[in-house]
């Protein structure tokens, strides 16, 4: 018998603190949800503690969780009350999830049904997408052990932007322990905030990555200097909530797509969705946050994304079902999104004037989304550029950014005004093709500089020179790494081409740096953007390195690798 299309399941979740079981019914979208969250007497998550919370919770939410299923269940009492049973199969802490994997195994079996294993980033996503309606989104997944940004391409959700060292939650709940506060410090921090006033901490964004070790420290340090609770807290929010909605806005950009999702648990707070939201009108984008019950880790979305997968056919033999604490979303093979989901998708306008028929998955864009549509004016991430034909030259404008506290707005675009500058002159004087400049007025964030290539790099990946101009990348970032300094934002819209030349553009997020892990994660951005934008990628990311070794040091290379094999976002 071929999966229902409109499924009853029963979600099981369980990756670090929150004993979670759901059932799902597709036919009328409701979704009941029983949550037993775990609550450390002291400091974090203790993984034992937590793993001992689970064995004692999960059985009394999934028996009240199947209560519910079989109440609501208007069958023959011979018939399991759900057709399929889905779990959180990673990312998470390895004993909560074994945890899961055997009572997700033992009711499979027990009631006769189908099981789903679910990555539990994913199923943020998907929340997301499937509360708001939307096509493709973008995501940005801000939980306690995660954060990054992902897009849908070719089949998988791809990473974007991903933390270069600790999930957000984690971050904010290290400040918090330091100031001997008990877990969770989110709400703690927040609370606290709404009294306090901005004062300087790092701000650490390369491309769509972000890094929050600096502004803990520094954190840290302002506590144990007498600065007030209150004002660190408050600035906490204004810096690390700012990076997040700066990568995010990048992503959109990237990508072209005008819609954002927001998942996890960090986005309960109400002051990163106010940026996100602002941020997104302030571009011509659609924001969602999904109701605070699906934002918190919880069951309701194991069980929503569990019912797609399974009228997908999308389900796994017992033997197969070995849980994986690092269980990236990019390994997830996407199968729910190949035809129509609901009857309306038949047709469906394309966004081009066509329509869109039954399977036919919409990728994003890859063009500026609504806020840009003058052929003379282009939208960045960052900036408005004016484009002059007649001259041949182009005023790029640093606007400020209404979602950012304005000490904070006034000084960023300032900086990379200067450093854009300074630094598109170096590396002219490197060899590397980049615009010549004719003004700068870094007050009011202004370049003039020459209009260079005939299109971004971005539009033509699928171009018989493809290869050649990502090549060409490579020998340009080797040569900027050889005289000490770092583009910063290297993706495939920052990188302008015409027939015979490769052009680097939009230094803003550049910087003077020694170290070969600045180097690799250099190299890191321009193969996200890579991934994220082309078709077929692979060959475009060793044309990438094939350029860098030409000129470069094979260390950078090296350490790239190791750069890849952290898998930082699980």
Request: glycine share 10%.
């Given at each position: ?117 679910v990555n539990h980033m994913v199923a943020h996503l998907e929340i997301g ?375 680097l553009i939009d230094f803003g997020l550049g910087y003077h740096t020694d ?56």
């Amino acid at each position: 018998m071929s999966p229902s299309s409109a499924p009853r399941v029963l979600g099981i979740e369980g990756t670090a603190w929150a004993a979670s079981a759901a059932v799902f019914d597709a036919e009328t979208d409701d979704v009941f949800i029983e949550t037993d969250a775990y609550e450390p007497e002291s400091g974090g998550i203790h993984p034992r503690e937590s793993a001992e919370h689970m064995h004692d919770a999960i059985p009394a939410v999934v028996e009240r969780a199947l209560d519910h299923a079989r109440e609501t269940f208007d069958g023959p009492d011979s018939e399991p009350p759900v057709d399929a049973v889905a779990f959180s199969r990673g990312p998470g802490l390895g004993p909560c999830l074994r945890t899961v994997g055997t009572a997700a195994r033992a009711l499979s079996q027990s009631l006769g049904v189908p099981l789903v294993g679910v990555n539990h980033m994913v199923a943020h996503l998907e929340i997301g997408r499937h509360t708001a309606d939307f096509d493709s989104p973008v995501c940005l997944n801000a939980s306690g052990a995660n954060a990054h940004l992902l897009a849908y391409r070719n089949g998988r959700y791809r990473v974007l932007g991903e933390t270069m060292d600790t999930g957000v939650g984690n971050a904010i709940d290290k400040f918090t322990r330091h100031v001997g506060w008990s877990h969770p410090g989110g709400p703690k921090v927040e609370a606290a905030a709404e009294d306090g006033e901005f004062i300087d901490l790092p701000y650490v964004v390369k491309g769509m990555d972000f890094s929050f070790s600096g502004i803990m420290s520094a954190a840290k340090q302002r506590y144990d200097d007498d600065v007030a609770v209150a004002d660190i807290c408050y600035s906490l929010q204004e810096t690390i909530f700012a990076m997040l909605t700066e990568v995010a806005e990048r992503a959109l950009s990237l990508t072209g797509s005008d819609e954002l999702v927001l998942g996890g648990g960090v986005g309960q707070n109400a002051r990163l969705r106010e940026m996100l939201e602002t941020m997104c009108d302030q571009r011509g984008a659609d924001f969602h946050a999904p109701d605070p019950r699906f934002l918190r880790d919880n069951a309701g979305m194991i069980a929503v994304l569990g019912a797609k997968m399974y009228a997908a056919g999308d389900t796994l033999a017992v033997e197969d079902s070995r849980v994986d604490p690092n269980f990236r979303p990019d390994q997830v093979p996407v199968t729910w999104r190949g035809g129509a989901e609901r009857s309306e998708d038949l047709e469906t306008p394309s966004g081009d004037g066509r329509t869109r028929e039954q399977g036919e998955e919409p990728e994003l864009a890859l063009a500026p989304g609504r806020g840009a549509s003058r052929d003379d004016q282009v939208r960045g991430a960052e900036a408005l550029v004016d484009l002059d034909p007649a001259t041949g030259r182009v005023r790029k404008r640093r606007k400020p950014k209404t979602y950012r506290h304005p000490t904070l707005d006034d000084r960023l675009r300032r900086e990379r005004t200067t450093l854009e500058a300074r630094l598109t002159n170096l590396a002219r004087r490197e060899g590397v093709p980049t615009p010549v400049l004719s003004d700068v007025d870094p007050l009011e964030a202004r370049l003039e500089l020459e209009f260079v290539g005939a299109a971004d790099l971005r539009d033509e990946l699928d171009s018989d020179r493809r290869v050649a101009y990502v090549r060409d990348v490579g020998r340009h970032l080797a040569r900027l790494h050889e005289a000490g300094f770092v583009h910063g934002d290297p993706t495939t819209r920052n990188v302008r081409v015409n027939a015979d030349r490769t052009y680097l553009i939009d230094f803003g997020l550049g910087y003077h740096t020694d170290h070969v892990e600045d180097y690799a994660m250099d190299l890191h951005v321009f193969d996200q953007s890579l991934v994220g934008t082309a078709d077929d990628p692979e060959p475009l990311r060793d044309a990438v390195r094939e350029g860098y070794r030409d000129v470069g040091d094979e260390r950078v290379l090296e350490r790239l690798r190791d750069v890849e094999g952290r898998g930082r976002y699980t």
